[in-house]
């Protein structure tokens, strides 16, 4: 694997310059017609993906979200990358020109909750500022690999230079190990050794790591939004997402209405079974991540929490499900409240005051992103308040869905510039600047010798 791990990445180095220097409107055609080819193969990578996950609707919408990806990464490339014009320093006696170099080979090592996204995330701005990439997704859900490959290869300019690697925690450690900087999204565990491999080689780690998101509902909100935002933000993907909602703040003089109208919802949700056609909550992962997930349930269930629904692992065709579990009577003794779930799990805590609500909500190790349900005025004093990189402000995930706004991992949620935005390209780019003098003459401060 090594050995093979190794030649792919020589492989790609070999053809890193050419591409740098092919410029932006020859990469921005080439990652076009890539993008048709991946249009093309939509049936065979939704089918892969929703065999290894055992949900459609989210299989699709990753397909659509990497072909948007591709367009939008495609703008921001034409406008950020165009050669840099010459300005004058303050004094007028030297020229100023930027002319960044991309760093040459990229590693990508991802997660399994949203296999090509994640997997591409990453890869297309790195593509489009010049730079070769080596990804490896995660080994659990392999399927979508072999159309993703044929996309690929089927556009030979960019084959040269992008490269899928297969293989579990070894072949990453490795790929970090041949690369000049790595993209990492994955657990805060991993994160840390990725970060540590990468500090030994000296190159940067940019990492998208796990979060306990917090969402507050205050009694200005519009309970009505507020219980299906937050539904579908905490159980989409079965609450397997990064920016799942894992803790709700409601202040007291709302919190039975709240969870009154939140149960009623939950309890419409349906199992994606037999298919995943049939409903919209699909399977976990795998028995592990179910396992973490019950664990969860009965410490806080033994601490004396009390679930309002769901709450039972469901095994259906050798998968194992659960349905949206409303959970009350919560505190920050609980892993249910301080451990990322990454399950379908709505735990509720009522807070006294809204100063209450942001001090729980800040109380964690994790900064990735929130929500805030209220009027509009309050919830804009609210949203500042909180320590994490993305707020939503009356709606949910908004993060995931609006890739213009920039923003950063807080505490242990990650490390490195924005992977949204213009900053996604930016951020593959060494700076480097040429300053030329432009009358020579001998400077007062040099030797006099
Ligand atoms: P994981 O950390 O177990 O694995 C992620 C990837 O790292 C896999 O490809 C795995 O093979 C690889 N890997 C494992 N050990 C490695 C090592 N020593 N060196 C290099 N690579 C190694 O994470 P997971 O269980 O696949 O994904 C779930 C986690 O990802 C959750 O914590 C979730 O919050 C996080 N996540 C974060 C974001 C984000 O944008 N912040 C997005 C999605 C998922």
């Not at 990469?27 to 093309?40: F, H, K, Y």
């Not at 303050?90 to 020109?97: E, L, Q, S």
């Not at 072949?171 to 990468?198: I, M, W």
């Not at 703040?249 to 919802?265: D, N, Q, S, T």
């Amino acid at each position: 694997m090594t050995d093979t791990l190794a030649a792919q990445a020589g492989a790609l180095r070999l053809h890193a310059g050419d591409w740098a220097r092919r410029g932006v409107a020859e990469r921005i055609a080439v990652l076009a017609r890539w993008s048709a080819e991946i249009a093309a193969r939509r049936p065979a990578l939704v089918a892969g993906l929703a065999r290894d996950t055992g949900r459609l609707a989210l299989s699709e919408m990753e397909v659509g979200a990497v072909l948007s990806s591709i367009e939008r990464h495609s703008g921001w490339a034409r406008e950020l990358l165009a050669q840099g014009k010459e300005r004058s320093s303050a004094d007028g006696a030297v020229a100023i020109r930027d002319a960044p170099v991309p760093y040459g080979l990229v590693g990508v090592v991802s997660p399994w909750n949203f296999p090509l996204q994640l997997a591409l995330i990453d890869a297309v701005p790195a593509l489009l500022a010049g730079c070769a990439v080596l990804v490896k997704p995660s080994e659990l859900t392999p399927s979508f690999v072999p159309a993703l490959r044929e996309s690929i290869a089927a556009v030979p300019e960019l084959a040269a230079v992008l490269s899928i690697v297969e293989g579990g925690p070894a072949a990453g450690a490795e790929l970090v190990r041949q690369v000049d900087a790595v993209c990492f999204t994955g657990s805060v565990r991993t994160g840390r050794l990725v970060a540590a491999a990468a500090a030994e080689q000296f190159i940067p780690a940019f990492l998208e790591l796990g979060g306990k998101d917090p969402a507050i509902v205050t009694a200005t909100a519009d309970l009505d939004v507020a219980s299906s935002a937050i539904l579908w933000g905490s159980t989409a993907n079965t609450g397997q997402s990064c920016m799942s909602l894992e803790r709700v703040y409601v202040e007291a003089p709302v919190a039975e209405e709240f969870v009154e109208r939140l149960v009623a919802k939950a309890n419409r949700v349906r199992l994606a079974v037999p298919e995943p056609a049939d409903g919209e909550l699909g399977p976990f992962i795998d028995d592990r991540q179910a396992d973490v997930v019950a664990a969860q349930l009965a410490d806080a269930v033994a601490q004396g929490a009390t679930i309002r629904c769901g709450g039972q692992i469901e095994v259906h065709g050798g998968r194992r499900y659960l349905r949206p579990t409303v959970v009350t009577g919560v505190n920050h003794e609980m892993t249910l409240m301080s451990v990322e779930t990454f399950g379908p799990v709505i735990p509720i805590m009522v807070a006294d005051s809204v100063e209450d609500a942001v001090r729980l909500a800040n109380d964690s190790e994790y900064g990735l992103s929130g929500a805030v349900f209220a009027d509009p005025e309050q919830a804009a004093l609210i949203a500042p308040r909180l320590l994490a990189g993305g707020i939503s402000v009356n709606d949910v995930c908004l993060t995931g869905l609006v890739p213009e706004g920039e923003k950063q991992a807080f505490k242990s949620s990650g490390l490195g510039p924005s992977r949204m935005g213009p900053a996604s390209l930016r951020r593959f780019l060494r700076q480097r600047v040429l300053l030329t003098r432009r009358s020579p003459r001998i400077q007062p401060w040099w030797y006099d010798v």
